[in-house]
């Protein structure tokens, strides 16, 4: 019985992947509170994760070319700037710098919480196929 | 997992941070320094922060997401030193007066306010990043 692992961990693996990109744009926020001229970027969690799961489509993530059926398919992982969005300012400052940081720190309280919750999703499918294969 | 490069990019916030409070250590030290010539007097030193974009995208998915901050240059501010008439101090020039530089407290104590926030925003984002990895290289176990 073949098992595709890709479909059995669904979404969860693409979103696990946004997220730690999503974590790194966030990061760079933060980095950058105090820069002139600095725009805020987000990612588009919706835009990004239908993406990478309907490959293919513009903005996907690259996939490997294949010029005889006995090639294997690959994809790049974690997404293309496509999704990358700027962050509309709520109070612009003088310096041109567009960081909210109270609005970057829950973001990032916010990404670390559905990370986890992603991690915890994973873990319990990969649970699940260690019963089904020791069959206890 | 999130990538290392987000400690390098918190590391680089940090850096940035330290040495803004670095200046402002060195401005509340000598806001008091008073010189006998405009020209010599202590002048408040700030720094000038700038992303980097460049630096991370080496690999052609980086140039998108990471900038890392980097202190571009320490300027010095070019307002006028205050002048103060102190005919007694041993500095002072032929018409009595002292220089003092041109440090602004207030201001420097509500940067140093900044940068020590700014400071721990960067050392939470580690922390976190942190545990999210650590968490994922426990999957499966």
């Not at chain 1, 294949?66 to 400052?93: C, F, I, M, N, W």
């Amino acid at each position: 019985m073949p098992i595709s692992l890709d479909a059995y961990l669904g979404v969860h693996a693409q979103a696990l992947a946004l997220q730690g990109k999503r974590t790194e744009v966030l990061a760079t926020n933060l980095a950058n509170a105090d820069t002139p001229n600095y725009k805020a970027r987000d990612v588009d969690f919706r835009a990004a994760l239908a993406a990478a799961a309907a490959p293919g489509t513009a903005g996907a993530p690259l996939a490997l070319s294949t010029t005889d059926a006995k090639h294997l398919g690959a994809e790049a992982s974690g997404t293309g700037a496509a999704q990358l969005k700027y962050r509309v300012p709520l109070a612009p400052s003088l310096d041109g710098n567009t960081v909210d940081v109270q609005l970057e720190q829950a973001a990032f309280a916010e990404n670390s919480v559905r990370y986890q919750a992603t991690l915890t999703f994973l873990s319990q499918r990969f649970k699940g196929l260690l019963t089904a294969i020791t069959g206890q | 997992m999130p990538s290392f490069k987000i400690f390098d990019i918190a590391g680089s916030g940090l850096s940035a941070q330290s040495v803004r409070l670095n200046t402002v250590a060195s401005n509340l030290a000598n806001a008091d320094s008073v010189s006998g010539d405009p020209a010599s007097v202590y002048k408040a030193r700030h720094p000038v922060f700038q992303a980097v974009h460049a630096a991370l995208a080496a690999s052609a998915a980086a140039q998108s997401s990471g900038a890392a901050v980097r202190v571009a240059g320490i300027v010095e501010s070019q307002a006028a030193p205050t002048v103060r008439h102190d005919p007694s101090n041993p500095l002072a020039d032929a018409q009595g007066n002292v220089y003092a530089p041109n440090v602004n407290v207030i201001e420097e104590m509500t940067d140093m306010i900044s940068a020590s926030r700014s400071y721990q925003n960067n050392v939470e984002v580690m922390n976190t990043t942190k545990d999210l990895m650590l968490a994922t290289l426990k999957l499966g176990q």
